[in-house]
């Protein structure tokens, strides 16, 4: 269990995580960093060779994603294996899996067979396209999910053709879309004391994530273009080159819009009817991003940056990812965490961006080693010494 386990608000969930990759192991950190009991089951290393995401078992993406677990692994493709899951599913109150869509149904952990041993069992999966439809059989990849689910579309400047965005943002959302399901039907549970299967996809969450770039098309009738580092709608919004660098500036309505002209002394851009309203910026963007940019590029980031945002005007630095964990603000939200790993020592791992009033703070644990915690797991679910032993013994663990 992870330490001070039994103040967290999900302590009293035990999540069953049969998660790869990215999108499942996503989901389960939500629930694994608010304390829930996560045992993250692996097939044993004789039958499954992988080594971690990029072959790194040890690297920062694996000991990042899966902290605050505990490990064990199982032949799941084996009878005795199957049954052993059976057993825990008793017991347990989450299960999240990412496979593709029949091979939960070929492994006998469907949600029909689970619910049969825990009528309260919450199932969770994910998929790159649904578990039904045409594509359901496809298999799933963050960046061919960014391409159909528009966002390459809408991503990179105008003219250069479509870009993924930097992170696997469809992994990503559909793991965050898993966690939220699985907290509504653990909520549900409480009223009708059954469980159920909920669903979400790597396309399904890439779509929703458009947001209002695809409500443009769904209620306008408009098709979002390439917009490059400009704000679709909002202007002047964009990238600025300072003396030195490369500043934010977000300016939305005319009220911003005299502010930023006061910043800049640019007391004839607030006159020049060409800038008059929104509607004419919006129309004469490019001139106005450059007529703005002959002022910041006399002026240092750290200048503009301060004085905008003395002057209530959004504006911030552009970062390179070291860059970002040594600012200050950073620092003081504490977004990294330090784990002791049994091997590799200490490590900062990424926290999680909800801070909680009425919660205690989690005591972070690194990634667990394959099977680290099997005989520990197994007897917490009533298995004796000797069935321990007997299945260590015949590698169903």
């Known amino acids: 269990m992870n330490d001070n386990s039994e103040s967290l608000p999900l302590a009293r969930f035990t999540v069953l995580d049969l998660t790869r990759v990215r999108s499942g192991p996503t989901a389960v950190r939500q629930l694994a960093d608010w304390g829930a009991n996560v045992i993250k089951i692996e097939a044993p290393a004789a039958i499954d060779s992988a080594k971690g995401m990029g072959g790194a078992r040890n690297g920062p993406d694996f000991q990042n994603i899966h902290r605050n677990k505990r490990g064990m692994t199982l032949n799941l493709k084996s009878p005795d294996g199957h049954a052993v899951l059976m057993r825990m599913v ?3 109150d989450v299960v999240v899996e990412n496979f593709r ?33 045409p594509y359901a059989m496809r298999p799933g990849f963050d960046q061919i999910a960014q391409g159909m689910g528009g966002l390459m579309s809408i991503t990179g400047l105008p003219g250069q053709g479509p870009v993924r965005v930097g992170v696997p943002i469809a992994d990503l959302s559909a793991g965050l879309y898993a966690a939220i399901g699985i907290l509504v039907a653990l909520l549900q549970r409480e009223e009708t004391g059954k469980g159920q299967w909920i669903r979400t996809s790597l396309l399904q969450a890439q779509i929703a994530m458009l947001d209002f770039q695809a409500a443009r098309w769904t209620i306008g009738k408009e098709v979002p273009p390439q917009a490059g ?5 909002s202007i002047p919004t964009g990238v600025f080159r300072s003396s030195d660098g490369y500043i934010n500036i977000a300016c939305s309505g005319d009220v911003m819009w005299g502010r930023l002209c006061e910043v800049l002394g640019a007391a004839e851009l607030f006159d020049n009817p060409d800038y008059a309203d929104g509607a004419v910026r919006l129309t004469n963007r490019d001139a106005l991003n450059a007529a703005i940019e002959s002022y910041t590029l006399e002026r240092s980031s750290d200048d503009l940056v301060e004085s ?7 504006c911030g630095p552009i970062y390179s990812i070291d860059e970002v964990f040594a600012d200050p ?4 939200l504490g977004m990294s965490k330090t784990v002791q790993h049994n091997t590799l020592g200490p490590m900062d791992v990424i926290d999680n961006a909800i801070t909680m009033g009425g919660a205690a703070q989690m005591s972070y644990r690194a990634t667990p080693e394959r099977g680290q915690h099997t005989s520990e797991v197994l007897a917490e679910f009533g298995f004796s010494s000797d069935e321990i032993e007997k299945l260590a013994d015949g590698g169903v663990t």
Not at 109 to 129: K, Q, T
Not at 229 to 233: C, K, V
């Open 308 to 314: 905008m945002n003395a002057a209530g005007v959004p």
């Open 90 to 92: 008793e017991k347990a």
């Open 101 to 133: 869509p029949d091979v939960k149904t070929r492994l006998g952990i469907d949600y029909e067979a689970l619910c049969a041993v825990n009528s309260r069992i919450v199932l969770a999966s994910i998929s790159g396209f649904g578990q039904d439809g």
């Open 229 to 233: 580092n400009n704000h679709p709608t």
């Open 329 to 332: 603000q950073v620092q003081h």
